[in-house]
């Protein structure tokens, strides 16, 4: 993982360090956050994307955390957790005896089985089950609880870690359905005390909360339509910091130097792919049909002009930063070519041009001028014919998780920092993005590297993942993203609030 960078400016020149403590008057008074980030469900069974995420981090509690910066998780839930010796396919948590429920209820290592079976029965088509797939069963004793694996997996402990290890309480949840309504019951560090769909959810500091942090300031949690939104309400002063995504040209156009604001700017381990159905009789199911494509998307002009240089050309599905990054696709597809392009199409046997449906989700960024980027690039060399259609997010979600795009592309937040969350979850067989593609040697790395309770030595895996990923082409690395977060003057600790792990820590936002 790459080190963490952020840059802070104070509001005031030469400010003392005692400024830097809420003062009496704010430290009570809640803090607005905007973010294009929504909510698809409130029912850790039945989500499996950032903004989701963001929220579980919050209101519910996994057995394990991480810390800012850490690449490693640290007890929350749980007293302690580790990996019977001589192996790694059972995995033992000691649960916290002092943990309760909103209703009053002790929490147990029966909630905690509970909670993992339910994820896994469900198996609902936008849910996180995909991420439990090497989980054979869990079982409960007082306040232990133990996971048998049914293959060795190192990453399982990144895995409870996740708001996909949320742990709910069993008497107020259905174990073979997602609960409905608006009701949250977790052990976070915050209590859900208001929600409308779309609009915002309140956030009060959960008097209860035990755990690996602390709790803070009152949160409201404020959703828009688009990053055009967010920036107008962030200029109005509608919110007291934004994050996720304010526009491209905004992003660019901060001054770190402005003493109005606070500006955060770090590495990060978030990407986007374009990936491509790839099943029979769809227009993209030809192999070569999709080594063309490579060969004609530009990266670079897709970074400086739709993302004003906010974002970097991606040519690895693994990011910058993490284990296993190669630079496959660049050493595949060096440059943009239509001549070789067009002869794989004549080798596939297929109508020129070739048809096919790109889908986007509104609201996602920059994603329409990226499509309407994307099919000019494609476009141009007269190969192809793009027929773009954006789709609210829950819509679009649930037509990829269906078949009913032919090409989509979709931003990944790192579930925790390791290689395997940028491989199984998108390329393994099953994977959360649907693309239908099954391959035996990619299966294959993917259970290897997971023998590695040391996860450098996982590297050698990945990288020959990624040059088959590479040839078959199921998707196509576009680009990497920083993390921006801006804040008023008076709200300190952005630069803790995301940093690339699947952690969205609203605690960490305080008055100065």
């Known amino acids: 993982m790459r080190i963490l960078v952020a840059l802070l400016v104070l509001a005031v020149a030469g400010v003392g360090g005692w400024q830097l403590l809420p003062s009496k008057e704010n430290s009570d008074a809640t803090i607005t956050v905007g973010t294009t980030d929504s909510v698809t469900s409130l029912d850790p069974a039945g989500a499996y994307d950032a903004g989701s995420w963001a929220l579980f981090s919050n209101v519910f509690q996994s057995l394990l955390t991480y810390e800012p910066g850490g690449v490693s998780p640290v007890p929350d839930a ?28 002790k929490v147990t290592a029966e909630d905690v089985k509970f909670s993992f079976d339910r994820v ?24 232990t609880v133990t996971f048998h694996l049914g293959s060795p997996d190192a990453t399982f402990p990144f895995k409870v870690a996740t708001g996909a290890g949320s742990i709910v309480d069993r008497t107020r949840y259905p174990a073979d359905a997602l609960r409905t309504g608006s009701g949250v019951d ?21 008097p209860r909360y035990k755990g690996a942090v602390a709790t803070g300031a009152p949160v409201e949690l404020r959703y828009y339509a688009d990053p055009e939104a967010l920036e107008k309400a962030w ?11 304010l526009p491209p040209a905004a992003l660019a156009a901060l001054n770190a130097s402005d003493p109005a604001q606070r ?13 491509f159905d790839t099943r029979a009789g769809s ?65 596939a046997g297929v109508g020129i041009p070739v048809t096919f449906t790109y889908g986007y989700g509104l609201g996602s960024g920059a994603a329409a001028a990226e499509a309407a980027e994307l099919k000019r690039q494609l476009e141009a060399s007269g190969l192809f014919k793009v027929n773009v259609k ?13 078949g009913k795009l032919d090409a989509y592309a979709v931003g ?48 050698d895996d990945f990288r020959e993942l990624q040059q088959v990923i590479a040839d078959d082409v199921p998707v196509v690395p576009l680009w990497q993203r920083k993390e921006y977060v801006v804040t008023s003057a008076d709200v300190g600790g952005g630069q803790y609030l995301a940093d690339g792990n699947g952690v969205f820590r609203l605690w960490k936002l305080d008055w100065i």
Not at 235 to 245: E, M, S, Y
Request: net charge negative; glycine share 8%.
């Open 120 to 143: 896994k029965k469900i198996n609902a088509d936008v849910g996180p089950a995909s991420l439990f797939s090497t989980l054979k069963s869990v079982s409960a004793k007082g306040q």
């Open 78 to 105: 749980a007293r302690s957790c580790s990996f019977a010796k001589g192996g790694l396919t059972t995995y033992t948590c000691e649960l916290r005896d002092d943990l309760t429920f909103e209703g009053g209820g």
């Open 263 to 275: 500006v955060t700017e770090a590495d990060s381990s978030e990407t986007r792919n374009l990936y």
């Open 412 to 459: 990944w937040v790192a579930d925790y920092p390791d290689p395997d969350t940028f491989a199984a979850p998108l390329i393994g067989t099953g994977s959360t993005m649907n693309t239908g593609y099954s391959d035996k040697a990619v299966d294959g790395y993917i259970a290897d590297s997971r023998q590695f309770a040391d996860r450098s030595r996982s590297a």
């Open 283 to 347: 227009p993209l199911h030809d192999k070569d049909v999709r080594q063309a494509m490579a060969w004609l998307i530009d990266r670079e002009q897709l970074a400086s002009t739709v993302y004003d240089g906010t974002v970097e050309p991606l040519y690895s599905l693994i990011p910058t930063g993490i284990t296993g990054h190669t630079t496959s696709f660049f050493d595949s597809y060096p440059d943009q070519n239509s001549q070789k392009a067009r002869k794989l199409l004549e080798k």
């Open 186 to 206: 977790g052990t976070g560090p915050y209590e859900l005390t208001g929600y409308t769909k779309g609009k915002k959810v309140e956030l009060s500091p959960n």
């Open 235 to 245: 200029k109005a002063k509608d919110v007291d910091a934004a994050t996720r995504q």
């Open 390 to 402: 954006g789709y609210e997010w829950t819509d679009f979600q649930k037509r990829w998780a269906t």
